[in-house]
């Protein structure tokens, strides 16, 4: 397209995404400073008309009632205060004020609501400065509270003390914490079968189970069978505070500064925090430990297998559900990460902890979906999180990657990941090497530029991004595009990459050139779209690359897993990687360099393409003319995102497919289509044969689908079409349990061990479900 296209349509994307909330950012910035100077008037007027009664400090008299934290104060706009006012209650002692100037009586107003919003809201007198530094020093609040990422996460998070709380509340609390203990922080000491005690908050409760967090930051996941007593400490841990009136002004007025965090990075200053209530260092990733999950696919190999083995093919048919935790949203796609008993899990701009044994909630974090999103963004589709450090990082529908802290479930910092905007959104479950996090983004299929990204995991300070596209002269694979760069042009990143330490590389899939199925300004091969790209993880540079369908029109993402195993291949030792793509062909590639071990197809419908080459471009079939449209179109959409696992046992590799073709062009064929057929596969990766396979029966509605987990007790999980949760002998495929949810499962399994019990969790509907074998 030309650039002027190119101008019209960022501006139309520019419109979509950020202009509907242009004018109350402006309003918001400029008319700031005109409210600030409306309520220091209407302070002005108060002192000299109203204080005598009602107290200097607003707080009432003898006289008069107090006027902050006054509910029938704050139920009244500024407009029936402003008329309250200027009628007065004379019989009841309140005179009327009609006398006073309208400006007068409207500031006055003004300030008398403001008294009752938001302490950010409020003219606070005081010194912030001194504040903050009474907070950090003397008062030693950072002992037990974080603010912007500094600070210790006992406690409450207050980074957005200020537009949460009144002054009067934020007072109160602070002079009489015994009376207004926050819910989820109330100190129990409880006291164990064994005869240990406990002693910290219950952040979650029930009669079947207490979830505490000890005073050190850890959380202890009890089961009422474990507990003799709970004594409940009605006091706060926090003391009463012990200050100067000037002190408590100050220190008020640099709470009620702080409104919450705002996208960009920490200040390094603000990051330089006591150590972390409860690290998660980066070798428990590396070599998680036996029943952790510690990353979207369990490891960062990629590979969803898992060495567990409590649960096997000799007791697999008493599985039965042990908890659900359900999420208000539908069509969940996410992995659960567990680590130490607790398990993460998220949805649309969700994220919660929960009990990994009882599915009980201990902390939740949640953000309204945003508005003019496209594609599956816009769904409310979200894959995972992560887990690192002290902290869970996120992603959001608009395309922002959120560090929540572990302990408090609270926001530390958000970055916006593009750095304009275009159709980006973001439903990737982001991925952790070293002390990086990396994510990339969705919207391919609409226009919008690709790259992954990544960041410390400390501060969201940027370390590198990687375009998937050329964009100007002299970038690798320009000279794949035509005439024009390719600024849009889709290449998108929405699949968790994998990681090998030993060559130290980061792979990531790329997904489909835009337009989609309109070449006409896109000549050549459309590098780096339907790739796996090999990438230097500490700074973004790529090491080689391979792709899967150049010239892409049939919407072939390759963004299916990116699977490394280590084996002996074909008589040698070999760093494999394993890769069943959209287009209908398996692949096995040496990830030292790329080179390309073996293609073959796993379909029966696939017209394409008659093999892959051995330079690995595909060797485009000739169709006879009486070829229909839909029989030019084969496959569609063969393999998907979702997990495959390999099994060392078996040396097979596991994955659901889908026979299926699709209308290319715009006539219709007019000939009855051959119905979707959906298969579980198991194929050799020696030889790329399918060894096995289970047709899946029931109409494919959704052309959406579960993935597979295999486990060392020689089991492969999946979930079928019609909404079956099912374990197969990874030998043969013979089904040996299976669970009914009766909805279309679009989530990838996972297992862990807590308590030295093995489970296996999946995500189906609005519902994770979590499976275990009976207790003895
Ligand atoms: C002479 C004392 C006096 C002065 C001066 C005075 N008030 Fe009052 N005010 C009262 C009394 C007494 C009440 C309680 C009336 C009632 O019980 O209905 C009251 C009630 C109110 C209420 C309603 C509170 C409630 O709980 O419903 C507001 C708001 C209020 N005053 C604002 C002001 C403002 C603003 C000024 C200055 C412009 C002011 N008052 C000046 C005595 C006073
Ligand atoms: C020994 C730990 C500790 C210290 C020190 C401490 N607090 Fe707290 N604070 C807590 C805990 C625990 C809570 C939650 C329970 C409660 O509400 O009492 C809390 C609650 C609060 C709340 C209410 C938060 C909410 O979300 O409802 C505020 C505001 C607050 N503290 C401010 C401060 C300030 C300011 C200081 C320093 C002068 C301070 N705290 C010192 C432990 C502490």
Redesign the pocket.
């Known amino acids: 397209m030309d650039s002027g296209t190119l101008r019209l349509l960022r501006g139309f994307c520019f419109s979509l995404l950020i202009a509907p909330f242009l004018p109350a950012l402006l309003l918001s910035q400029n008319g700031q400073g005109a409210q600030q100077a409306l309520l220091q008037n209407g302070s002005n007027v108060y002192t000299n008309n109203c204080s005598g009664c009602h107290g200097a400090d607003t707080l009432g008299t003898d006289h008069a009632p107090k006027l902050t934290g006054n509910p029938n104060v704050r139920r009244r706009s500024v407009e029936q205060l402003r008329s309250f006012l200027e009628a007065g209650a004379p019989a009841a002692g309140m005179p009327a004020f009609a006398s006073l100037p309208a400006q007068r009586l409207d500031a006055v107003a003004a300030y008398v609501n403001s008294l009752n919003a938001p302490a950010s809201q409020a003219i606070i007198p005081g010194d912030a400065a001194a504040g903050s530094e009474f907070?950090w020093g003397k008062?030693?609040?950072g002992?037990?509270?974080m603010v912007h990422g500094r600070g210790s996460a006992?406690?409450?998070d207050?980074s957005d003390?200020g537009s949460?709380?009144t002054l009067s509340e934020?007072k109160n609390?602070?002079l009489h914490?015994d009376e207004?203990?926050?819910a989820g922080?109330e100190l129990v000491t409880v006291t164990l079968r064994d005869g240990k005690e406990l002693k910290g908050?219950a952040r979650g409760r029930t009669n079947f189970g207490l979830q505490l967090q000890d005073l050190d930051g850890v959380f202890h996941m009890l089961q009422s069978r474990e507990i003799v007593r709970v004594a409940e400490d009605k006091h706060?841990?926090?003391?009463p505070?012990d200050a100067t009136s000037d002190q408590i002004q100050n220190?008020s007025a640099y709470?009620s500064q702080l409104t919450g965090i705002e996208p960009g990075p920490l200040k390094v200053a603000d990051a330089d925090s006591a150590a972390p209530l409860e690290d998660f260092p980066f070798s428990r990733i590396l070599d998680p430990r036996p029943g952790d999950w510690a990353t979207y696919n369990g490891q960062l190999n990629g590979n969803r297998y898992s060495d567990l083995k409590q649960i096997n093919i000799s007791n697999v048919r008493d599985l039965a559900l042990k908890w659900i935790f359900p999420m208000p949203h539908f069509g969940l796609e996410s992995t659960p990460v567990v680590a130490d008993g607790v398990m993460y899990v998220s949805g649309n701009n969700q994220a919660y902890a929960i009990d990994a044994l009882t599915g009980s909630q201990i902390w939740k974090y949640s953000r309204q979906p945003t508005k003019g999103l496209v594609g599956d963004a816009s769904l409310g589709t979200n894959r995972g999180v992560a887990i690192y450090g002290d902290k869970i990082f996120m992603v959001t529908d608009n395309a922002h990657l959120l560090a929540l802290n572990r302990v408090t479930g609270s926001l530390v910092w958000e970055v916006i990941m593009p750095e304009e905007p275009e159709h980006y959104g973001s439903t990737i479950s982001p991925l952790i090497v070293n002390d990086t996090v990396i994510a990339g983004v969705s919207g391919g299929d609409w226009g919008m530029r690709g790259f992954i990204v990544c960041y410390k995991a400390d501060t969201g300070e940027m370390v590198w991004r990687h375009w998937t596209l050329p964009a100007k002269r002299g970038d690798p694979g320009i000279e794949t595009w035509g005439k024009e760069p390719p600024l849009l042009a889709g290449g998108s990143t929405w699949l968790t990459g994998t990681y090998d330490k030993e060559t130290d590389t980061l792979f990531w899939a790329t997904g489909n050139p835009w337009p989609d199925r309109d070449d006409r300004n896109r000549p050549g091969d459309n590098l780096f779209t339907d790739c796996v790209l090999a990438l230097n993880p500490h700074t973004g540079e790529l090491k080689w690359y391979f792709q899967f369908t150049p010239h892409d029109t049939e919407d072939r993402d390759a963004t299916e897993p990116p699977v490394l195993v280590d084996t002996v291949y074909h008589g040698k030792p070999r760093k494999l990687l394993l890769h069943a793509d959209r287009n209908g062909f398996f692949y096995v590639f040496d990830r030292t360099n790329g080179e390309l071990l073996l293609t073959k197809t796993f379909l029966h419908r696939v017209n394409w393409a008659t093999g892959i080459g051995a330079d690995g471009r595909p060797k485009l079939a000739v169709l006879p003319p009486s070829a229909s449209n839909r029989e030019r179109g084969c496959p569609d959409n063969a393999a998907n995102w979702s997990s495959t696992a390999f099994s060392p046992t078996t040396r097979l590799y596991y994955l659901m497919t889908l026979e299926d073709c699709h209308e290319i062009g715009s006539r219709p064929s007019g000939q009855s289509a051959e119905p979707s057929e959906r298969y579980m596969r198991a194929i050799s990766i020696d030889t790329g044969e399918v060894a096995w396979e289970i047709p899946q029966r029931g109409p494919v509605i959704l052309k959406t689908w579960s993935g597979v987990l295999a486990t060392a007790g020689g089991i492969v999980f999946y979930g079928d079409p019609n909404g079956a949760f099912v374990a197969v002998d990874e030998r043969k495929g013979n089904t040996l349990w299976h669970f009914d949810t009766n909805v279309g499962m679009k989530a990838s399994p996972m297992t862990f061990m807590v308590d030295g019990k093995q489970f296996v969790a999946v995500a189906a509907g609005s519902v994770f479900l979590c499976f275990g074998l009976p207790s003895p």
């Open positions: 907070f008062g030693n609040c002992g037990c509270h006992k406690g409450p207050l003390a949460r709380m934020m609390v602070l914490p207004h203990i926050t922080y908050f706060s841990l926090m003391k505070l220190l709470l």
